[in-house]
């Protein structure tokens, strides 16, 4: 039996040069390695089992088994060489900040402890801007030259649109929407990142892929789209006011999808900070706000609340998928308005609660009033801790920020005169930061409810009279002035020809001569006239008499 042994030994040790020299399975870790996106350097360890990283100050550790290594790769990168290990599941773990001199006892380590090769991978270094596109898993990789200028990992975008028929975009999530980088990043040393990239593509749209476009692989590889049936429950159709548009939403446990035309977003629950449900003030809408936290990204545009709006009376069944999801709160069928189902189910999965409004009351019993913030008209909802403008640009102002409110414009009805009479009054908020809102167009009669209201919150009131005593100065001015009084156009006329003091009404004007002149009608209607240019002698020439007109004999 020991012969028997040790031939075999011999024979794997000369045969099979994989596991020539292997030594026992060992641990080893490096010190100041990036993990990922990270820009906090943390701690790797290898073991056996497989790898771990932490960073001193956080508690959370990344761990990843040995059972799911498919491959691994040395590069040279940014932060010096990179360890990158590829996962069966098609993602991939980024380990940067290796010295050129671990390559030797990374590669050693690596191949007795995982039974694999580390490769070297080159990258290229041209610059071009111009190449080829592939994908591996989820990874989509650029090529220039036949050799990798860079990756990018699928699961980090957010968002992917066809900006045209030759041009598709990129948006990435932000560095707070990943789960393990959120504990590892540091907030001391902030760093420029990278939000949206955009791929040309001369001619049309590449089909890449079993007659589908690189923006639909791009979509299924991201998670992007997923199969309706997966998702709890799907609201068809829903009109958003910001940004504008029609979207389907589908609810998932952890996240929502916006599926639009142009656009489709995938919104994580953890970034929803608050949630508000809110009547139109034309009885016939209801509208739900939502406040995100990172805000939406859309281009160079950021969205940080979304405005839905429903009608009140538009009902409908829904049937929900809770087979897999225990929620204590849900049941499995809905019957009722849309926007109460939306609610109930939106507030359940985000475990937020819906603000709704109490205690303020208009002149005509509306919860809000209506008035401008610049040149957008909207409704101001006063709230139980907060202010909300609605719907654009939505304008969220805490109770608790406000240092004071200035009311402008409205001290002016108080002057009994016309050209002073307003009817709309302005409202400025100005902030503990030393910023301002301000809202105008608001109705004369919602003062004494907000005046009211801001008492109630203990609110600094002030009212702003330089436009009164403005406006009183000139009607002082005016009144107080004789030489420069205004006289009506009839009274004028009446006084022009009325005579002067002093003077007599019946007296003869010397200056007026009467002519001994023949009227300019007696050419007309006296027979007698012998015309201006006539003779004085009246022998010269008897005057002509005019023929008579034969008159019209009566039948």
């Known amino acids: 039996i020991l012969g028997v042994k040790n031939v075999m030994i011999g024979y794997l040790c000369t045969g099979n040069p994989d596991y020539r020299n292997m030594g026992e399975p060992k641990s080893k870790q490096f010190e100041n390695i990036y993990y990922g996106l990270s820009n906090s350097p943390g701690i790797l360890k290898l073991a056996p089992s497989g790898l771990g990283w932490k960073t001193p100050d956080s508690d959370s550790i990344v761990t990843i088994s040995a059972d799911e290594f498919k491959r691994a790769q040395w590069m040279r990168v940014a932060r010096d060489y990179q360890l990158k290990v590829a996962l069966k599941n098609g993602n991939a773990a980024r380990f940067d900040g290796f010295p050129k001199e671990n390559f030797e006892s990374l590669r050693e380590i690596i191949r007795t402890n995982y039974k694999l090769n580390l490769e070297t991978k080159e990258l290229c270094v041209k610059g071009w801007n ?275 409110v200035i009311f402008t414009r409205v001290s002016a009805t108080a002057v009994k005169a016309p050209i002073t009479s307003a009817r709309t009054f302005d409202l400025k908020f100005r902030m503990k930061g030393n910023f301002e809102y301000q809202f105008s167009s608001i109705n004369r009669e919602e003062f004494e409810h907000l005046e009211e209201y801001f008492r109630s919150k203990k609110v600094i009131i002030e009212n702003d009279t330089s436009d009164t005593q403005t406006i009183q100065t000139f009607m002082n001015e005016i009144s107080g002035s004789s030489d420069d009084e205004v006289i009506p156009a009839s009274k004028r006329r009446q006084s022009e020809s009325m005579p002067v003091d002093g003077e007599d009404s019946d007296s003869v004007d010397e200056d007026f001569q009467l002519e001994d002149s023949e009227s300019d009608v007696a050419e007309e209607y006296d027979e007698n006239y012998a015309g201006a240019g006539s003779s004085s002698d009246e022998g010269d020439e008897p005057p002509r008499k005019k023929a008579k007109k034969p008159t019209k004999s009566k039948s």
């Not at 545009?301 to 009376?313: C, G, I, N, S, W």
């Not at 009351?361 to 909300?388: D, I, R, T």
């Open 130 to 404: 111009w190449g080829e596109t592939d994908f591996q898993g989820s990874q989509l990789l650029f090529n220039i030259s036949k050799k990798t200028a860079f990756e990018i990992p699928l699961s980090h975008v957010s968002n992917t649109n066809l900006q045209n028929k030759c041009e598709v975009s990129l948006e990435f999530m932000q560095p707070e929407q990943f789960g393990e980088d959120t504990q590892t990043r540091s907030h001391r040393n902030p760093t420029h990142e990278l939000v949206e990239m955009r791929f040309y593509i001369p001619g049309s749209t590449k089909v890449v892929k079993d007659g589908e476009t690189e923006d639909e692989v791009i979509r299924e590889k991201a998670d992007l789209t997923q199969v309706s049936g997966e998702g709890i429950v799907l609201f068809n159709d829903v009109l958003l006011l910001t940004p504008r548009g029609r979207y389907d939403i589908e609810m998932f446990s952890s996240f929502f999808r916006l599926r639009g035309k142009t656009y489709d977003y995938k919104v994580q629950y953890s970034s929803v900070g608050s949630l508000f449900l809110l009547p139109k003030l034309d009885d016939l809408h209801e509208m739900f706000v939502i406040g995100l936290d990172p805000p939406l990204r859309q281009g160079q545009t950021l969205y940080p609340f979304l405005v839905l709006q429903f009608k009140k009376e538009e009902e409908k069944e829904f049937n929900l998928n809770l087979d897999a999801f225990v929620f204590l709160s849900l049941i499995p069928s809905y019957d009722g308005a849309v926007y109460h189902v939306f609610s109930i189910v939106f507030r359940e999965l985000t475990k937020k609660k819906i603000i709704k409004p109490s205690g303020f009351k208009s002149q005509h019993e509306e919860v809000a009033v209506k008035c401008s913030l610049k040149a957008n008209e909207g409704y101001l909802y006063p709230l139980e801790k907060c202010f909300l403008f609605i719907p654009k640009p939505p304008t969220l102002i805490k109770t608790s920020e406000i240092e004071k």
